[in-house]
């Protein structure tokens, strides 16, 4: 979840063919996702607990062969536990919209952290937008009215998954804020395993209480487990191989191959039809997130997940 402060020539990127594949590699696997939760039947947040549980001796070993020799900063470890708190909610709701709406959508608006945080930014700077981030911010608009409306029409049951969607989006933006701070001295790794460890019972907590099942059933443990490895070792990992090595737009860019991806399973595997308002829609808001990405010299935008 780097980000450049600069533009690209003056941050010597230097992609290689592998950075670039591990890039689109690494979206495709985090374009799976919501695909495997629906094919987990257990409750969608017990599938999220079970993605963040599954890499955790994983993620200890990374970060025990990356950590730094300096003492841990406590004031750090305890903001990536903060950032912990606010992931668990964004998967929880996350993977509660991802039931009930189109995938296209749930991948789209479960990524609006970008433009969430752009705006953050923005008030934290105190500056009115340019015309470019202005530009961003009503295609977002626009664009998450579009597909809302067309949910609703749909049916109540869609338009509820997306304001999920939604919230997932906004619980990502803070969960940002503390990760990208604690992660510039902790590091990549151990910030994840930090995260993973505070965000994990918070998860088995909600769904225990909303009486989801916990354990696979007929479907096994394959679809939980391959969630956790592509979402939480071979994405993320291919990810943080990657995106040092690519300007904002490049990666703004390489971040629409998820929603594409998530709704032509959504298509092929669960008949779920889109119209060219629909695909409108869409446009719009995935050409919000590139702008997001693209103006991240100026305001602090998120990775994907």
């Known amino acids: 979840m780097s980000e450049t402060s600069a533009p690209a020539d003056k941050n010597g990127f230097q992609p290689g063919a592998w950075h670039f594949v591990a890039l689109l590699a690494g979206n495709f696997a985090l374009a799976l996702g919501p695909w495997l939760v629906r094919l987990a039947d257990t409750g969608p947040v017990s599938s999220a ?6 890499p955790i001796p994983l993620l200890a070993l990374l970060a025990w062969r990356t950590r730094s020799p ?4 406590k004031r750090l470890a305890l903001l990536a536990v903060a950032a912990g708190v606010f992931f668990a909610l964004d998967l929880a709701s996350w993977h509660v919209g991802i039931e009930r709406t189109r995938l296209g959508n749930a991948v789209l608006f479960g990524n609006s952290g970008s433009v969430i945080l752009m705006i953050w930014g923005l008030i934290a700077l105190r500056r009115a937008p ?9 295609m977002a608009l626009l664009g998450a009215a579009i597909l809302l409306g067309r949910s609703l029409e749909i049916s109540q049951e869609s338009f509820v998954g997306d304001l ?13 804020l503390p990760a990208q701070r604690a992660r510039t001295a902790l590091g990549q790794w151990s910030v994840l395993l930090l995260v993973s460890l505070a965000a994990s019972p918070i998860l088995l907590s909600i769904a225990v209480a909303s009486g989801e099942p916990i354990w696979p059933g007929a479907a096994g443990w394959q679809p939980v487990i391959l ?14 191989f990657s995106l040092r090595h690519f300007p904002p737009l490049i990666i703004g860019m390489a971040l629409l191959l998820q929603p594409a991806i998530g709704a032509t399973i ?6 779920e039809m889109l119209t060219l308002l629909d ?11 590139v702008i997001a ?5 100026k305001v602090k935008v998120p990775r994907t997940r």
């Open 49 to 54: 607990f079970w993605r963040l549980l599954l």
């Open 70 to 73: 300096e003492p841990l900063d």
């Open 130 to 138: 340019s015309g470019r981030e202005f530009s961003g911010v009503a």
């Open 164 to 176: 999920f969607c939604l919230a997932a989006g906004l619980f990502y933006a803070f969960y940002l």
């Open 227 to 240: 969630l956790a490895l592509s979402s939480q070792v071979i994405g993320q990992g291919l990810l943080v």
């Open 266 to 271: 959504g298509w092929a595997v669960f008949g």
């Open 279 to 289: 695909i409108a829609g869409m446009a719009l808001v995935g050409t919000a997130l």
């Open 293 to 297: 990405r693209s103006a991240a010299g």
